[in-house]
């Protein structure tokens, strides 16, 4: 097989083929290896490579498969960890010089629990600094490119791990995602992105701030992938008090599920979004093709809380608090766009902060209503393509003037509510930019989000589109 056969091998069939001994967990890091060294420097996806350790781990885990010693279907598996998550011996930086030669003593639980499950570690990927804004660019490491158009933002944060999985540097890619930074990057590079429910994943140790918001999940190409890297990763860790009980997730068998009868709610814009029209055209069509699987769907007109300033005052609250040691430092180093961002938090007060938490509870009641009529909400993930390197989003959508949050509209309200949501790669623009559908579900529903996705996968596949650089 061809070494990009191999890159581009999702990692469900590569574990049915390290099981049975047909193929090599050397074999496929080399492929993989190779890939990266040709490709990476072109869009610097990975910023820290652990090429000589994970070659060292795949050798080992080769010989235990051959023995006979298998562990299940991530023991030889290549990983990436986002670069704002504690890795035992690897550098984590956070896209900040102030961490530029941090490395941690310990794993977060999640990355403890994919390593006893005998996946590897290639490498961390690229962010914004502390991964604050919805494209991916640091004073460390400088910009990562969309692999569709190398002028273009990935999106962000999680833009490394979406560029990553769209390049087939490997089959599965970490992401966390505190406002939309798994759906955002993954709509942009046209892969799969899932945000399980609030508390799926436990996330510690990890910095104070995001305690409220951020959600880990996963970045892969196919809805399969997605499924099996999550159910590696869930579970209860008493280091995250906000971690939730164990709980059946069910994923494998979502996958195989039937979605007849479901009831999906449609929203163009929530309420209060705003849209450029090919998006919207592109993402109402995929919307209606559950129709076609026997959803009922029905175009709804909601009246949500626009909680973008909501989310700003939490954000930039938490940061300024969580660095203020360190500010007089940061300040001297920090990545130039936070400048007007570090200043907003200084003017803040406490009615603010408690402001935007009492709004938080009172947009929850709004959404509650939809999903006691509905299963799942479908709306457009981002209400414009990749934009252009070098700015935080555009300044107009569609003709109309729009604020710095106007790029996350679909996707904050949703760190706020808790609830599981991913992107699905849903159709291209005439200029060849990928679109993502969002699909919203209950809370603690990761398997009705899931068996979604699938349904639509099959009916519409995306995995076989990649990008030429």
Same mark, same amino acid.
């Given at each position: 097989?061809?070494?990009?056969?191999?890159?581009?091998?999702?990692?469900?069939?590569?574990?049915?083929?390290? &099981?049975?001994?047909?193929?090599?967990?050397?074999?496929?890091?080399? *492929?993989?290896?190779?890939?990266? $060294? $040709?490709?990476?420097? =072109?869009?610097? *996806?990975?910023?820290?490579?652990?090429?000589?350790?994970? &070659?060292?781990?795949?050798?080992?885990?080769?010989?235990?498969?051959?023995?006979? &010693?298998? =562990?299940?279907?991530?023991?030889?598996?290549?990983?990436?960890?986002?670069?704002?998550?504690?890795? !035992?011996?690897?550098?984590?930086?956070?896209?900040?010089?102030?961490?530029?030669?941090?490395?941690?003593?310990?794993?977060?639980?999640?990355?403890? /629990?994919?390593? !006893?499950?005998?996946?590897?570690?290639?490498?961390?990927?690229?962010?914004?600094?502390?991964?604050?804004?919805?494209?991916?660019?640091?004073?460390?490491?400088?910009?990562?490119?969309?692999?569709?158009?190398?002028?273009?933002?990935?999106?962000?944060?999680?833009?490394?791990?979406?560029?990553?999985?769209?390049?087939?540097?490997?089959?599965?890619?970490?992401?966390?995602?505190?406002?939309?930074?798994?759906?955002?990057?993954?709509?942009?590079?046209?892969?799969?992105?899932? !945000?399980?429910?609030?508390?799926?994943?436990?996330?510690?140790?990890?910095?104070?701030?995001?305690?409220?918001?951020?959600?880990?999940?996963?970045?892969?190409?196919?809805?399969? #992938?997605?499924?099996?890297?999550?159910?590696?990763?869930?579970?209860?860790?008493?280091? #995250? /008090?906000?971690?939730?009980?164990?709980?059946?997730?069910?994923?494998?068998? *979502?996958? /195989?599920?039937?979605?007849?009868?479901?009831?999906?709610?449609?929203?163009?814009?929530?309420?209060?979004?705003?849209?450029?029209?090919?998006?919207?055209?592109?993402?109402?069509?995929?919307?209606?093709?559950?129709?076609?699987?026997?959803?009922?769907?029905?175009?709804?007109?909601?009246?949500?809380?626009?909680?973008?300033?909501?989310?700003?005052? %939490?954000?930039?609250?938490?940061?300024?608090?969580?660095?203020?040691?360190?500010?007089?430092?940061?300040?001297?180093?920090?990545?130039?766009?936070?400048?007007?961002?570090?200043?907003?938090?200084?003017?803040?007060?406490?009615?603010?902060?408690?402001?935007?938490?009492?709004? /938080? $509870?009172?947009?929850?009641?709004?959404?509650?209503?939809?999903?006691?009529?509905?299963?799942?909400?479908?709306?457009?993930?981002?209400?414009?393509?990749?934009? #252009?390197?070098? %700015?935080?989003?555009?300044?107009?959508?569609?003709?109309? #003037?729009?604020?710095?949050?106007?790029?996350?509209?679909?996707?904050?309200?949703?760190?706020?509510?808790?609830?599981?949501?991913?992107?699905?790669?849903?159709?291209?623009?005439?200029?060849?930019?990928?679109?993502?559908?969002?699909?919203?579900?209950?809370?603690?529903?990761?398997?009705?989000? %899931?068996?979604?996705?699938?349904?639509?996968?099959?009916?519409?596949?995306?995995?076989?589109?990649?990008?030429?650089?």
């Amino acid at each position: 097989m061809s070494n990009a056969g191999l890159c581009f091998m999702s990692a469900t069939k590569i574990s049915s083929l390290f &099981k049975t001994k047909k193929l090599s967990p050397v074999e496929v890091m080399d *492929a993989i290896l190779g890939r990266i $060294e $040709e490709l990476n420097p =072109k869009v610097n *996806a990975i910023i820290t490579l652990c090429a000589e350790e994970a &070659k060292v781990t795949a050798k080992k885990a080769e010989k235990e498969i051959m023995k006979g &010693k298998y =562990k299940g279907p991530l023991h030889g598996m290549p990983i990436t960890i986002k670069d704002n998550i504690f890795t !035992k011996g690897v550098r984590t930086t956070f896209g900040s010089k102030l961490y530029e030669n941090f490395v941690p003593d310990e794993d977060c639980a999640f990355v403890d /629990r994919l390593k !006893k499950a005998g996946a590897i570690i290639l490498g961390k990927t690229n962010l914004p600094e502390f991964g604050l804004i919805g494209i991916t660019d640091n004073p460390v490491f400088g910009p990562t490119k969309n692999p569709w158009n190398l002028s273009k933002t990935p999106g962000g944060s999680s833009g490394g791990a979406a560029t990553a999985a769209a390049l087939g540097f490997g089959p599965l890619h970490h992401g966390n995602d505190g406002g939309g930074s798994i759906r955002i990057p993954s709509s942009f590079c046209g892969v799969y992105g899932l !945000k399980p429910n609030f508390g799926r994943v436990p996330r510690m140790p990890a910095p104070h701030g995001w305690e409220t918001l951020s959600q880990e999940g996963v970045i892969t190409r196919t809805v399969a #992938d997605a499924a099996l890297m999550l159910t590696a990763m869930a579970g209860p860790d008493d280091r #995250d /008090r906000s971690s939730l009980p164990s709980q059946d997730l069910k994923l494998k068998d *979502a996958l /195989r599920g039937d979605v007849k009868g479901l009831k999906i709610a449609w929203s163009p814009d929530l309420g209060y979004a705003t849209v450029d029209p090919e998006v919207l055209e592109i993402t109402k069509k995929a919307a209606l093709k559950f129709k076609n699987l026997g959803c009922r769907v029905d175009e709804v007109n909601l009246n949500l809380m626009n909680v973008g300033s909501d989310w700003v005052v %939490i954000v930039a609250s938490e940061t300024a608090t969580a660095l203020e040691d360190k500010r007089q430092e940061w300040e001297k180093v920090m990545f130039p766009l936070y400048v007007p961002f570090m200043q907003l938090a200084d003017v803040l007060g406490a009615k603010d902060i408690v402001k935007a938490q009492f709004h /938080r $509870e009172d947009h929850w009641l709004g959404v509650k209503k939809i999903f006691e009529t509905y299963d799942i909400l479908l709306t457009p993930t981002m209400p414009v393509t990749a934009f #252009d390197q070098g %700015i935080m989003g555009p300044d107009k959508i569609a003709g109309k #003037d729009v604020d710095p949050t106007a790029i996350a509209a679909f996707t904050i309200p949703f760190n706020f509510t808790g609830q599981p949501a991913a992107s699905i790669p849903c159709g291209f623009t005439k200029a060849g930019m990928p679109v993502g559908l969002q699909i919203v579900g209950r809370r603690f529903d990761e398997a009705t989000v %899931i068996k979604a996705s699938a349904a639509f996968e099959q009916a519409c596949p995306w995995a076989d589109k990649r990008p030429q650089l």
